[in-house]
């Protein structure tokens, strides 16, 4: 499987059978490498109502007529009007996909829409657990990530709107994945950071690999 990193906190996890885009925040993202206009997905996951998160998604999915999961509450009150198919879930909920499964875990952060709560992701994709962390602080709740076994967790370094890079240390240690990919960082100047120290800091404290992607680099796993 592909793990394509488009900057800020978007991913395109793609294997023969899927693509799956998350966050899809081109549009205004200078550091976005791609476009809204020419990316693909077959299924679009949105952590949260915010524009950095929510970002292309109409737009996008009018385009590939791709299915986007959200919770309940941005499903229905700003996708379903939009004429867009869409899944639709709440925290601590799984459901079987066509791909595999998503459960909607817990994430402490606004969701930008009344009634709606932000939300993290743990996909089974091609064989593999992903956890997108979406914008969060540091919760007791990534403790029980462990039993997941989770082989990529993408978490917010940022620091002033989610974890910075201490707490998201704290976070790679509760959760225990194969690896870690950093996101949500030196977008804008409030959330600059050094992602080398971040990657420093988790693997000399012995808790896993991390791996720093550029936007628009890929990992394969
Ligand atoms: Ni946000
Ligand atoms: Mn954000």
Known sequence: MKIQFLGHSCFLL???NVKILIDPFLTGNSLATTTADN???DYIFVTHGHGDHIGDTISIAKRTDATVYAVVEIADEILAPEDIKTGRGNIGGKQKTDFGSVKYFPASHGSGVNGALACGYVLEVGGKKIYHAGDTGLIA???FLK???IDIAMLPIGD???MGPEDAVKAAGLISPKCVIPMHYNTFPVIKQNPEDFKNAVE????CDVRILSPGESLII
């Open 160 to 162: 002033f709107y989610t």
């Open 14 to 16: 793609e294997d023969s």
């Open 204 to 207: 000399d404290a012995g808790i």
């Open 147 to 149: 039993d997941e076994k």
């Open 39 to 41: 990316v693909v997905a």
């Open 141 to 143: 709740e990534m403790q």
